[in-house]
Nanobody, 124 residues
Framework: QVQLVESGGGLVQAGGSLRLSCAASGRTFGNYAMGWFRQVPGKEREFVAAISWSGDNIIYADSVKGRFTISRDNAKNTVYLQVNSLKHEDTAVYYC?????????????????WGQGTQVTVSS
C-alpha cells in the first residue's frame, strides 16, 4: 500500500521560507511523477507544482513561479517543496501526491495517492 507522509509545515512570517518534505513508501518511487497541491477551507484543492519521475520535467502554478522549488531524491524516496518569499495567501494545507505515470499532470484527478497534509500558516 502506498503511503505518503508530509512534514515541514509551520507558522512563518511573510517573506519567510520553509522546506516541505514528503516521504513515500509502497511504490517504486523513482518510477512515478509527484505533485504538490494546497487547499484552504471552502475552496478546491489547488495545483502547486509537479515533477516527473526523473526530475527532468517540472511545472509550477503561476502563483508560485520564482518562489517555490520542487525537487526529488529518488534514493531517499522523498520529494521536497522549498517555499520562499511566502505571502499570506500561501496559507493552506499542503498535500503531496503521486500518480501512476512517469510524467507530470496538473489536475488532482490525475493523482491516485495522497498524503495527510501539512499546515503552512503565513502571518502578515
Amino acid at each position: 500500500q502506498v503511503q505518503l507522509v508530509e512534514s515541514g509545515g509551520g507558522l512563518v512570517q511573510a517573506g519567510g521560507s520553509l522546506r516541505l518534505s514528503c516521504a513515500a513508501s509502497g511504490r517504486t518511487f523513482g518510477n512515478y511523477a509527484m505533485g504538490w497541491f494546497r487547499q484552504v477551507p471552502g475552496k478546491e484543492r489547488e495545483f502547486v507544482a509537479a515533477i516527473s519521475w526523473s526530475g527532468d520535467n517540472i511545472i509550477y502554478a503561476d502563483s508560485v513561479k520564482g518562489r517555490f522549488t520542487i525537487s526529488r531524491d529518488n534514493a531517499k524516496n522523498t520529494v521536497y517543496l522549498q517555499v520562499n518569499s511566502l505571502k499570506h495567501e500561501d496559507t493552506a494545507v499542503y498535500y503531496c501526491a503521486t500518480r501512476a505515470a512517469r510524467y507530470v499532470a496538473w489536475g488532482p484527478a490525475d493523482y491516485d495517492y495522497w498524503g495527510q497534509g501539512t499546515q503552512v500558516t503565513v502571518s502578515s
